[in-house]
Every structure is written in structure tokens, then in C-alpha cells.
Nanobody, 125 residues
Framework: QVQLVESGGGSVQAGGSLKLSCAVS????????MGWFRQAQGKERERVAL???????AYVESVKGRFTISRDNDKNTLYLHMNILKPEDTAMYYC???????????????????WGQGTQVTVSS
């Protein structure tokens, strides 16, 4: 049984930083297409960052240069390092994974099967 458990969310002021973690069980993170999506209230779920099994990554334009996705293979854990946070980054953040071998870095939410329960990030101005 695959489980993804996010942690690390919270409330910060604009300009601050947070590190989200996603503990993975039931699959090997280094063999999967994994990523972070976010959903603000009243909006659709948005892709934030993806990482493939080769360690290549992709980001939505609005977080480039501020967010970094990474993976610790020994801990089987996915991370999202978020810097220079802005109020528009406020959302529920979800960890996701897929074992499909199709192209990883362009996938949308509907292409992923496994999801965590989410962790809330709130950025105040």
C-alpha cells in the first residue's frame, strides 16, 4: 500500500521560508515520477514542481528561482524548499507520485494516482 505523508506546512510572513517533506512508503521514491501540487481556495489544483527518476526537475514559472524540489533516496522522502514566499503561494500543498514510465515532467494532476493528504501553507503580507 502506497502512502505519502506531508509535513512542514505552516504560517509565515512574506519573504520567509518553509521546507515541506513527503515521507514515502510502499514505493521507492527514486524510481517514481514525483512532485508537488497546490490548491488555493476556490482554484484548481496547480502543478508546482516535478522530479523524475533521473533527478531532472521542472517548475511552474511563478516559483522558479524560489522553490527547489529534492529527494533523499536513503530516507525515501521528497522535499520542497520554499524561499521568498509570497501571499499568492498560500495554498494546500500535496505530494504526489506515479510509477508510470511516460514522460514525467509535463504531467498534470490527472496523470497521478497516489496523493498525500496535504499540508497547509499560509503566507501573510
Amino acid at each position: 500500500q502506497v502512502q505519502l505523508v506531508e509535513s512542514g506546512g505552516g504560517s509565515v510572513q512574506a519573504g520567509g521560508s518553509l521546507k515541506l517533506s513527503c515521507a514515502v512508503s510502499g514505493l521507492t521514491a527514486s524510481s517514481a515520477c514525483m512532485g508537488w501540487f497546490r490548491q488555493a481556495q476556490g482554484k484548481e489544483r496547480e502543478r508546482v514542481a516535478l522530479i523524475n527518476r533521473f533527478g531532472e526537475n521542472a517548475y511552474v514559472e511563478s516559483v522558479k528561482g524560489r522553490f527547489t524540489i529534492s529527494r533523499d533516496n536513503d530516507k525515501n522522502t521528497l522535499y520542497l524548499h520554499m524561499n521568498i514566499l509570497k501571499p499568492e503561494d498560500t495554498a494546500m500543498y500535496y505530494c504526489t507520485a506515479s510509477l508510470s514510465r511516460t514522460e514525467c515532467l509535463s504531467r498534470l494532476a490527472g496523470d497521478f494516482i497516489y496523493w498525500g493528504q496535504g499540508t497547509q501553507v499560509t503566507v501573510s503580507s
